[in-house]
């Protein structure tokens, strides 16, 4: 079956690796991501604090233009499931906000009348390939490693339609299929203050740095998150602590498809470590592996 | 064939003459070929206005009366008393509700003025068609059921016993008693609650009118309004109750342990187990469920040991049938399960505790003999309450519990009492509306119960920086300060909301008594009847007719006696005279007015394939009227032709201002003034 | 700081009504100044107005105050406290209702700088359709962090030297209709 996938501006600058990783990720798994063409930005959380409209039309020319399709509109990024999903909400109910919508779409030529189904990746991989599919997709389990799972803010507030608002658990059973332990933590679901990395390092940087102090006591060996702000967040964060280039002491801060992918024997230039703003975290996951290889077959 | 009608508009203070234009309404419909005599008058409910009404039916032989004013449901019984006082079928009394449905709904004088014609026209119309009717009299049970043995069930027993009557009381625990014997103290007196309640649950268990049905449950009922048969099942308790002498060998000797409701999980009890020390009865049952012999066919140490051979295993449920006259509901509440609320910690931290758990711990016999401990045995430090858990929350219960500010009062009170541990209370208002409710929030101010106005958000191993702290952080806005604080504490106790009983739906079906959106019983009028149903010998009392205090509760339950011993007092009940009647002709036996009744008041007569309506069960409601397809039943006063009738007066009297409207606009005739001229007249079909 | 008392002016307090009115605002006027929104929020105990003040201020009528605040452009839209409002009020989005008035009002001072990357953002996505990060970060940095930017650029060229930094802008095929929906979208101002 085909998807229709929309990246998200991340994607295609500071997560390439992301966008790697997922591909090659999909390849060894025999399914196909077709990129929504010429799909814009879905405006986030920024474009909504200047223009409500502008935000909604954004969003909604995408779903516009998948809608033809008739194809779900898949994407890795929580912020932009979220501006989507709320185009999809708000252009549903009453009220002068459809109507402005639609003449802004129609101004550039298109139309909308609702039905594009967008998803998130994390539970495309848990209901479509299913935690089975990706168990039997494992060639290297990653048994003895440590894996926290951070879910952020958007994935799970306002709405989770696919896991428990409070304790999601979907990053778990990804993390348990992959033969790694997931390591609980109390804040898994505490925003990064990512929105903020750029304006109010010293506010986005406290956040940050709570929620990796909580991960570290909780003996993990590597975090995987479920979205691509947080993940460059908690590596920037690690990043402006640690003095270059000693990368030393830094959490390996890993993409959903990274992990899966380290999984399934995908080499690391495949899954676009090299890419990532820590330093030496090949280094890092590389000397974890021996360990536990060392800890299996000792 | 003519009538005599008497029309009366009311002003109503200036409820209704503010807005309508009451002398018009009168003048318009005096004109009309039936109508004998028009008034108007500031309150026709005031005796002076009834005795106008008086007057008129004597003067005039009036054979029926229209009074336009409130909804019929504040004086209808009032006008039909005043037409049966003198000597006028009160069948014969036709409301018009030109205030709730006209006045206090409609912002334009003219089009209110209008709107009140076209109604009392339609009350005129529907008049000529009404037929006198009687009601019936039946007699009435002289012995009432009480379902619910908490300290309401236990107040409306003992002031119906009282009183004279036989009282059957039904309590599905084994003991009476309630939520209230699970306190410690109550506020603000601090009275020993089990104190206080024993003496009256010792009274009900002596009383010569009280039969005691504990361990039992109403399994249905049925009759009519003064006349109920309920059939009661005795669940098996496999002890002879006759033979038992309560010695307690039994419940010491058990080998069988499971978690105790009483204590609610926080301590062990027996298979056969008796609830708490001064239960009425005073006799064990045995938990089936727990019970070594019934799971695994071994033990029965129980039997061995009993002196009195009262143990029993072959015991089965008995059935028992009374008849009553008068029934009380009493079944009390249940309590939130905090669990639903996952960021306060609730089964995921041990020291979290529910009020009810912690009022079971600070009691001298509950799981830890009344000393503040930790799960870990070492007393806390610093305590915190949290209010409104689950309460005055659009997610779980919009309404507020009413008791958990002043529980939460004395919880910290009693913590200070029993230890040094210093206490937050985390409040967003604080209730304390009572006789002595306020003093007792300042003696608890000056205690130095350190109170802090914010709702908790959350609760957890964490403080704000991530970091574990080995103490519970308590994280709440100080409002008042305008801070947010993190609040160290070794114990949390939840105020959690009282919601209805999980079986309230079937309970209200199996008893035909309504439930509001929150599942709480519903009574008759929020204000001038908190203690009746829809039903006339149904009565509500306690927790389960919505949340409140012990004196309420009190209140309450013997108001319900009070409506119970009423009704049996008079020895008699009239039976509303308006039923469904069914036209054999037409009845195809298709039974779908049998499926839709709420009363169960239609039986299908298989010899004569139709459908009979009992009188005495039917209430009226019509609502097999509208379901039968056939047209085939019909409700006293309420018969299509009576309703159409009334329709088209209405219409008629609309289509009449319309004219009168455009010929104004040439003639300027005033439309009250032309209606004679018309010579409507509204003769039943 | 010196303070007067607020003199309730006739015209002056129909604040809430305003916010009440709007599609985000529909359950406000509920409020319970319980609190939980301030101790769920993960900035509040850096703000000077925490998310219940700010209410408390919108009853009160403190419109500039409200609108001047910082407490809007510190949100980081974790969605804490719409989640957890017992009156299920949708704070999030009046917080977004009200950075857009500030912006609409020119009330958005030195302080709250914010703003400016906010508008700059939306004015990069407007051009090219997508944001290019590069160019956000040198004209926000140039605009207000002239010497921060020298700190940034390490990340900066780690990033470019991995790959993760576009030079170029993307251009959108169908930029001209883009382009036309755009400027109707900015015509509706809210």
């Known amino acids: 079956m085909k998807y229709l996938y929309y990246p998200g501006c991340s994607q295609k600058g500071t997560s390439r690796s992301y966008e790697e990783s997922l591909f090659a990720v999909l390849s060894k798994l025999d399914i196909e991501f077709e990129e929504l063409d010429d799909w814009n930005c879905c405006g986030t959380t920024t474009v909504i604090s200047v223009n409500k409209v502008l935000s909604l039309t954004l969003a909604a020319r995408n779903l516009a233009l998948a809608r033809p399709t008739g194809l779900p509109l898949i994407t890795p990024c929580p912020s932009c499931w979220l501006s989507l999903t709320k185009a999809n909400m708000v252009l ?71 896991d428990d608002g409070y304790d ?23 925003c990064c203050g990512g929105t903020m ?67 399934m024997g995908i080499s690391r230039k495949e899954l676009g470590f090299s ?18 290889a060392e800890a299996v077959g000792g | 064939m003519s009538r005599r009608i008497g029309v009366y508009v009311c002003h109503c203070g200036s409820n209704i003459a503010g807005k309508v234009d009451v002398k018009a ?19 026709m409910c005031s005796e002076p206005g009834q005795e106008l009404i008086r007057q008129d039916i004597r003067d005039y032989q009036l054979d029926g009366v229209v009074v336009a004013a409130c909804s019929p449901l504040m004086h209808e019984k009032t006008f039909r008393a005043t037409c049966s006082s003198v000597g006028l079928n009160h069948y014969l009394l036709q409301m018009a509700n030109i205030r709730e449905q006209c006045s206090w709904v409609t912002e334009d004088p003219q089009a209110a003025t209008e709107k009140a014609k076209a109604i009392v026209s339609g009350a005129i119309g529907k008049l ?40 059957y009381l039904v309590e599905r625990r084994q003991s009476i008693g309630g939520h209230m014997a699970m306190l410690d103290k109550t506020f603000p007196t601090l009275d020993c609650s089990a104190c206080i309640l024993t003496p009256k649950m010792v009274a009900v268990g002596q009383h010569p009118n009280i039969q005691l049905f504990a361990y039992s449950e109403v399994e249905s009922v049925s009759g009519y309004a003064g006349n109920m048969s309920v059939r009661i099942r005795r669940k098996a308790s496999y002890v002879d109750h006759e033979r038992c002498n309560g010695c307690g060998l039994c419940q010491e000797r058990c080998p069988s342990k499971v978690p105790d409701e009483f204590e609610q999980g926080k301590a062990q009890r027996r298979a056969i187990y008796t609830m708490f020390p001064q239960a009425v009865p005073n006799k064990p049952v045995i938990d089936r469920e727990a019970c070594i012999y019934f799971t695994k066919g071994k033990c029965r140490a129980c039997e061995k040991l009993c002196k009195q051979g009262a143990i029993d295993f072959d015991q089965e449920d008995t059935f028992e049938e009374v008849k009553v006259g008068a029934i009380i509901l009493a079944t009390g509440h249940q309590t939130f399960d905090a669990a639903q609320m996952p960021q306060y910690g609730y089964e995921r931290y041990p020291d979290v505790y529910t009020a009810l758990e912690f009022e079971r711990m600070v009691n001298a016999s509950g799981f830890t003999q009344g000393k503040i401990l930790k799960s870990n045995g070492d007393t806390p430090e610093t305590v915190a309450i949290v209010h409104c858990v689950g309460s005055r929350d659009q997610r779980h219960h919009p309404y507020c519990s009413e008791v958990c500010c002043m529980y939460s009062l004395k919880l910290a009170h009693l913590i200070r009492e029993h230890s040094s541990a210093r206490v937050y209370d985390f409040y967003i208002d604080m209730r304390c509306v009572g006789k002595g409710y306020e003093e007792f929030f300042d003696r608890l101010l000056r205690e130095g119960v ?78 001038l009847n908190p203690f009746g ?32 011993i009423t009704l049996l007092k008079q020895g008699k009940v009239l039976v509303e005279a308006i039923a469904a009647h069914n036209n054999d002709e037409r009845c195809a036996a298709c039974l779908t007015c049998l499926s839709v009744c709420p009363y169960g008041a239609i039986t299908y007569e298989e010899k004569k394939n139709r459908v009979v309506v009992d009188e005495s069960l039917c209430q009226g409601c019509g609502t097999c009227v509208a379901a039968c397809p056939a047209g085939a039943m019909e409700a006293d006063n309420f018969t299509d032709q009576q309703i159409l009738n009334e329709i088209e007066a209405v219409l008629s009297w609309e289509r009449m201002l319309k004219e009168e409207k455009a010929k104004e606009a040439v003639e300027s005739v005033s439309a009250t003034g032309s209606v004679g001229i018309h010579k409507e007249s509204y003769q039943p079909l | 700081m010196e303070r007067q008392a607020l003199v309730e002016a006739e015209q002056q307090n129909d604040l809430l009504e305003q916010i009440a009115a709007l599609p985000e605002g529909e359950r406000v006027l509920s409020c319970l100044q319980c609190g939980t929104c301030s101790a769920t929020c993960p900035v509040a105990p850096m703000l000077e107005h925490s998310p219940r003040q700010i209410f408390a201020m919108v009853r009160a009528g403190m419109r500039t105050e409200v609108l001047r605040s910082l407490t809007p452009w510190m949100c980081s839209s974790c969605y804490e406290c719409t989640v957890n409002c017992p009156a299920q009020i949708k704070i999030t989005e009046i917080m977004y209702a009200l950075k857009r008035t500030a912006i609409r009002e020119r009330l958005t001072t030195d302080e709250s700088d914010v703003h400016r990357f906010y508008k700059l953002f939306t004015q990069i996505v407007c051009k090219f359709g997508r944001i290019h990060e590069l160019l956000l970060l040198l004209k926000y940095m140039m605009l207000r962090h002239p010497v921060g930017l020298l700190s940034q650029s390490l990340v900066g060229l780690r990033m470019m030297s991995t790959g993760c930094m576009r030079i170029q802008p993307h251009k959108l095929r169908n930029q001209e209709s883009f382009d036309r929906m755009v400027e109707k979208a900015l015509t509706f101002e809210e």
């Open chain 1, 92 to 162: 549903s109910e009453g009220g002068t906000l459809p109507e402005k919508v639609a003449a802004a779409l129609a101004a550039g030529g298109l139309t909308y009348d609702g039905g594009t189904v967008v998803r998130h990746l994390l539970e495309f991989f848990v209901n479509e390939v299913g935690i089975r599919g990706i168990e039997e997709s494992v060639k290297a389990h990653l048994t003895g490693l440590r894996v926290a799972p951070y879910y952020g803010c958007q994935l799970v507030r306002p709405y989770a339609p696919y």
């Open chain 2, 533 to 564: 149903t829809s039903s006339a010998c149904i009565f509500i009392a306690g927790t389960c007719a919505g949340p409140k205090d012990i004196p309420q509760t009190v209140s309450q339950a013997s108001a319900a006696a009070s409506g119970a």
């Open chain 1, 275 to 292: 890419r990532l703003l820590l330093p030496g975290v090949e280094r890092s996951i590389i000397g974890k592996q021996q360990q536990m």
């Open chain 2, 128 to 167: 000529c068609a009404l037929k006198p009717l009687a009601e019936r009299e039946v007699p009435v049970v002289e012995a009432v059921l009480v379902v619910g043995g908490g300290i309401a069930g236990i107040q409306a027993a003992l002031q119906c016993a009282e009183a004279g009557y036989k009282v």
């Open chain 2, 450 to 527: 350190r109170f802090v106005r914010g709702k908790v958000a959350s609760i957890s191993r964490y403080d704000g920086n991530g970091n574990e702290t080995g103490k519970l952080i308590v994280r709440a806005e100080d409002t008042l300060a305008g801070i947010i604080r993190e609040i160290p504490v070794d114990m949390v106790i939840l105020a959690t909301a009282l919601e209805a009983q999980a079986d309230a739906e079937d309970v209200g079906r199996l008893f035909g008594v309504s439930r509001n959106h929150a599942g709480f019983f519903l009574e008759q009028h929020p204000k």
């Open chain 2, 25 to 43: 309404v009168s003048e318009a419909v005096g004109g009309f070929p039936d109508v004998i005599v028009t008034r108007e008058y500031q309150f």
């Open chain 1, 168 to 190: 999601p658990q979907n990053l778990e059973k990804v993390i348990e299929a992959t033969g790694a332990e997931p390591a609980a933590f109390e804040v898994k679901t505490a």
């Open chain 1, 197 to 263: 990395m750029t304006t109010r390092r010293d506010v986005g940087g406290g956040m940050s740095m709570k929620i990796l102090r909580n991960i570290r006591e909780a003996g993990a060996d590597l975090v995987v998150t479920a979205c691509p702000l947080c993940q460059l967040n908690l590596e920037l964060v690690q990043y402006r602590e640690n003095s270059w280039p000693r990368g030393g002491d830094a959490l390996p801060i890993l993409n959903i498809t990274q992990l899966i992918g380290l999984a």
